[in-house]
């Protein structure tokens, strides 16, 4: 049951990112950028290339058949990121990237 709470919490802050982010689809990489580190999401600036790459890779595991659940821990898996942040990574990448998986984050 905690678990559950957990992923509706971070599920929540997944589809504020999909609100916040912006309707112009002509830059979707910073707009991307602009979100998340709205968001508190933070990277060296070398490491840019990376972080969209990993937006990207959001959508390959949706493709995948990934559910939420576990690209939350896929991420924090991976990064010093609290659930809150992986959530809203995915959320933004999500509505930069492939759009058609918003159901997925909502």
Do not use: H, R
């Not at 990277?43 to 595991?61: F, H, L, M, N, R």
């Not at 924090?76 to 990448?93: C, E, H, K, L, S």
């Amino acid at each position: 049951m905690k678990i559950t709470i957990a992923c509706g919490a971070v599920a929540a802050f997944a589809t504020m990112a999909l609100v916040s982010a912006p309707a112009a689809i002509a830059d979707p990489e910073g707009d991307f950028l602009t979100v998340i580190s709205g968001a508190g999401i933070t990277w060296p600036s070398d490491k840019t290339a990376q972080v969209i790459e990993t937006g990207y890779a959001v959508c390959q595991d949706w493709d995948n058949g990934a559910t939420f659940e576990q690209e939350v821990a896929d991420l924090t898996g991976v990064t010093n990121w609290t659930d809150y942040q992986a959530g809203y990574f995915i959320g933004a990448a999500t509505g930069a990237f492939c759009p058609d998986y918003e159901y997925k984050v909502s």
